[in-house]
């Protein structure tokens, strides 16, 4: 029976008030979400715009903006600051992303055995994720590393020399990546859920063929938990690729750049030489260079990400 046969046999005044129920209860929805589209627009695209608009000026947040084309892009291959950023960039985010991933696997893998206490465990190991971008934590994690602060008093106690951890720039990036790592508890939760969810049955047909634990983890868990980890994979990456915080509070880019990140290259150009077209420039190819990682990220995972319904057919 089509709709049209329905109408017919509704009553006029019944079909017009249907309709406009129907009608009153989109326009309902649409209120609904009017805030989020609001603050969406307002917040989020017209910044996106803006900045766009503003990286082919010479903006100045002081004057009005001149059209400059694109050399505020071109500028960028003669600036040896960008480029030092940008390197400190890659290699920031080449350290922390791993090891992120790495410990809270382990650590997940850890609090998914059934051992007395497990939940307190948890508790405790998830309370940094919380912590973490808070000030006051960036400014003791500063006094921690300094050079009369705790890790070097530990360090003294096994008699070894105190280490300079702002005072050369490998060190001093590596105290950045640790409080980010430190930090695992968000993704250290995804994985456990992921864990959590693994056919059983799996590991103990592994475990009758005489399966040892180490390929178990190998040629069962990794490939299983695949698309866990390609999730947090690019989270973290792009994540990494606008820190700002950590080494504005802690290290304030030294020493000698070495912690000096893109993103607080382009805020000091913005209020701090007041270049908002450079900084906006800037911007942009700091979000390419995040989509291209992106985009490459999903283009091979194909070769190491494997779904549990892949070659499935419909029956």
Same mark, same amino acid.
């Given at each position: ?97 791993? /090891? ?7 650590? !997940?893998?850890? =609090?998914?055995? +059934?051992?007395?206490?497990? %939940? ?116 973290? /990456? ?7 915080? !950590?080494?504005? =509070?802690?290290? +304030?880019?030294?020493?000698? %750049? ?58």
């Amino acid at each position: 029976m089509t709709n049209a046969t329905v109408e017919k046999q509704l009553s006029p005044a019944k079909v017009k008030k249907d309709h406009y129920a129907l009608g009153e209860s989109k326009y309902l929805g649409l209120l609904y979400i009017a805030p989020w589209i609001l603050g969406f627009l307002v917040f989020t695209l017209y910044p996106i715009v803006a900045s766009l608009v503003l990286s082919f000026t010479d903006c100045n947040l002081i004057t009005a903006p001149g059209f400059v084309g694109i050399e505020n892009y071109t500028s960028m291959f003669s600036d040896d600051t960008f480029k030092t950023s940008l390197t400190v960039t890659f290699e920031y985010v080449l350290l922390e992303v791993p /090891l992120k991933i790495i410990i809270s696997l382990m650590v !997940a893998m850890i =609090l998914n055995m +059934k051992l007395k206490g497990i %939940n307190f465990f948890r508790t405790t190991f998830y309370i940094p994720s919380i912590l973490g971008s808070n000030v006051a934590i960036a400014v003791l994690w500063k006094f921690i590393f300094q050079s009369d602060g705790l890790i070097n008093q530990v360090i003294g106690l096994f008699g070894a020399q105190p280490v300079s951890w702002f005072g050369e720039q490998f060190p001093a990036l590596m105290t950045i990546v640790l409080l980010r790592v430190w930090e695992f508890g968000s993704t250290m939760i995804i994985f456990l859920a992921a864990l959590k969810s693994l056919p059983q049955d799996v590991y103990e047909a592994a475990a009758v063929d005489g399966c040892t634990k180490v390929k178990r983890f190998f040629k069962i868990t990794i490939p299983l938990l695949s698309p866990t980890i390609f999730f947090n994979f690019v989270m973290q /990456l792009i994540s990494a690729f606008q820190e700002f915080n !950590a080494p504005y =509070l802690i290290t +304030k880019g030294g020493p000698e %750049n070495g912690t000096y990140l893109l993103p607080m290259y382009i805020y000091d150009m913005t209020f701090g030489q007041y270049k908002m077209g450079y900084a906006s420039a800037m911007s942009w190819i700091l979000f390419i260079i995040i989509m291209i990682f992106t985009a490459l990220t999903f283009k091979y995972s194909k070769y190491w990400v494997f779904y549990s319904d892949e070659g499935q057919g419909d029956n």
